[in-house]
């Protein structure tokens, strides 16, 4: 086995103020094998934005660009993260959610606005579990 050793130590990455790390449970209990490109991409880019709370407001308009997709590509991809369990989301707010606990379907909202397309990612949720 090869030592490990730092190749540029003048750029050892540290833990910066503001938020952590992607946490190494998304690759340990399997989560980014459920995810495609777009999906691992979207999920990057909210944990880099979010705040300390997970959350963050980026317009979908703003998200497609930054990510290059196209708007309906960017909902395949949300509602991915929704089902497997990462995110939470209600328009404009999403929140990237934490890894201590396995993935559950999401407990269904009280709010009569939830949007339309995380009923719909619930849903496929529940009955995709009923088939497996």
């Known amino acids: 086995m090869p030592i490990k050793r730092v190749i540029c130590p003048e750029r050892v ?4 103020a503001q938020f952590s790390w992607v946490d190494h449970r998304l690759v340990r209990d399997r989560y980014i094998e459920r995810c495609d490109a ?3 991409a979207l999920y990057l880019f909210l944990v ?5 709370q997970g959350l963050s407001y980026y317009a979908d308009t703003s ?3 930054r990510l290059s997709l ?3 590509r960017l909902e395949m991809a949300r509602n991915d993260l929704i089902r497997i369990g990462l995110i939470a989301w209600q328009r404009p707010l999403y929140q990237v959610l934490a890894l ?3 993935a559950q ?3 269904p909202s009280p709010s009569p606005a939830t949007d339309v397309a995380t009923q719909l990612a619930r849903l496929h949720a529940v009955l995709g579990k009923r088939h497996a």
């Open 100 to 102: 201590d606990v396995p």
């Open 70 to 72: 196209a708007p309906a």
């Open 38 to 40: 777009c999906a691992a």
């Open 63 to 65: 998200l497609a660009r």
């Open 48 to 52: 880099t934005v979010a705040d300390a």
């Open 13 to 16: 990455r540290k833990i910066p």
């Open 105 to 107: 379907e999401p407990a």
